[in-house]
């Protein structure tokens, strides 16, 4: 049996059309008694690392500062509320701005309110 190089197996497939390349993987799968589906450890290693710290947290504004109409600015952003529920909003402090969020999401929001002059905490 002559052998075949990389360069001519790689040749014929690109000729195959979708059905028959999905039929050589079946075949092979049957011959060798292998899988071409991704392994589970790869797709279950992320899990381990968010298990690690809170998946949820909530984004509460303490205090709005000395300057309180970038607060506002930034909470209306953030929330998507117009101008008069985002100064309610302010005004009742501490109040919950965002909640069931990630700690990523959260960080970001909160350097923008602490650049607008907020005092925020994450809990």
């Known amino acids: 049996m002559a052998k075949l190089t990389n360069e001519e197996i ?12 999905n039929d050589l993987v079946k075949a092979i799968e049957a011959e060798f008694g292998v899988t071409a589906a991704a392994p589970v450890a790869v797709a279950a290693a992320p899990v381990e690392e968010e298990a690690k710290g809170p998946t949820e947290v909530s984004l509460i504004l303490k205090s709005f500062g000395a300057s309180k109409v970038p607060v506002i600015k930034a ?18 402090c501490p109040s919950p701005i965002k909640e069931h969020i ?17 005092e925020v905490e994450i809990k």
């Open 102 to 118: 990630t700690p990523v999401e959260a960080e970001e929001h909160k350097k923008a309110l602490v650049a607008a002059g907020a």
């Open 75 to 92: 909470v209306q952003a953030i929330t998507g509320l117009g101008l008069i529920d985002a100064k309610k909003l302010v005004d009742a």
């Open 10 to 21: 790689i040749a014929s497939l690109k000729e195959m059309t979708i059905i028959e390349l």
